[in-house]
């Protein structure tokens, strides 16, 4: 297609239902080579309260859910989804729920080197199949390694506050706009699309974007 078409994510990489999203997506992308997306994501923190350092998972599962038996039933559907999905998530591999400000920021600078959904989907394999801390700046310098981002150079700026306050701002906007939980999807700078939605779904929107940009320019 000659026309892209903004496709805009927000999303958390320590978010299952972000992960299960993107992997109905890929799918849809991969179906239809000739698609019009032009992808970019965006910062949303499910807890921008968190500790810088992260803390224990059991007990931040327990005490959002109010102990052990409400954490379960709570992730029940996300193993549901995940296995009619395709994917391995590791719940149990997981020890920390880490703070996401620093991954977030890796994801900006990887945009700017147009490697952000590769870093994305490498931040959700560390996480939810390899259990790693996504919040640990060396976890983070690794994974930017491996897509071809310069490590030294990553690992110096999250010792610092580089963007820190800019990712904030980022994701305070995204609330403002009315934005309550990830992930979002936002077709165009006009349709927002809320949740985990399935491949059959994308390849409509695909389909029908192609097709009502072949009609414009029959005219």
């Known amino acids: 297609m ?3 078409v903004k496709l805009d994510i927000l999303s958390d990489p320590i978010c299952p239902w972000c992960y ?30 968190m500790p810088a350092d992260g803390m224990d998972r059991r007990a931040y599962l327990e005490g959002k859910f ?11 559907p996300v193993h549901q989804h995940a296995e009619a999905a395709g994917i391995k998530i590791n ?9 996401t400000l620093r991954a977030h920021r890796l994801i900006h600078w ?18 939810f199949v390899d259990g790693r801390d996504i919040g640990d700046v060396e976890v983070l310098a690794d ?21 820190a306050e800019e ?16 992930p979002t999807f936002i077709i165009a700078s006009q349709h927002a699309v809320p949740g985990a ?5 994308w390849l409509k929107v695909i389909d029908e974007i192609i097709e009502n940009h072949t009609k414009a320019q029959q005219g």
């Open 2 to 4: 000659e026309q892209a």
């Open 20 to 49: 299960i999203g993107k992997t109905y997506l890929d799918r849809a992308l991969e179906q239809r080579p000739g698609h019009p997306f032009v992808v970019e994501w965006h910062p949303f923190q499910l807890n921008p309260d």
């Open 66 to 76: 109010g102990g052990q038996k409400g954490a379960v039933q709570a992730y029940m």
């Open 91 to 99: 719940l149990e591999g997981i020890k920390t729920t880490p703070n």
């Open 110 to 127: 990887a945009g700017l080197e147009g490697k952000q959904t590769p870093i994305v989907s490498a931040l959700f394999k560390a996480y």
């Open 143 to 163: 994974i930017a390694d491996t897509q071809g981002m310069d490590a030294a150079v990553v690992r110096r700026l999250l010792q610092g506050d580089a963007d």
């Open 167 to 182: 990712i904030q701002a980022r994701d305070q906007s995204a609330r403002q706009m009315g934005v309550s939980s990830v």
């Open 197 to 201: 939605q399935g491949t059959d779904l």
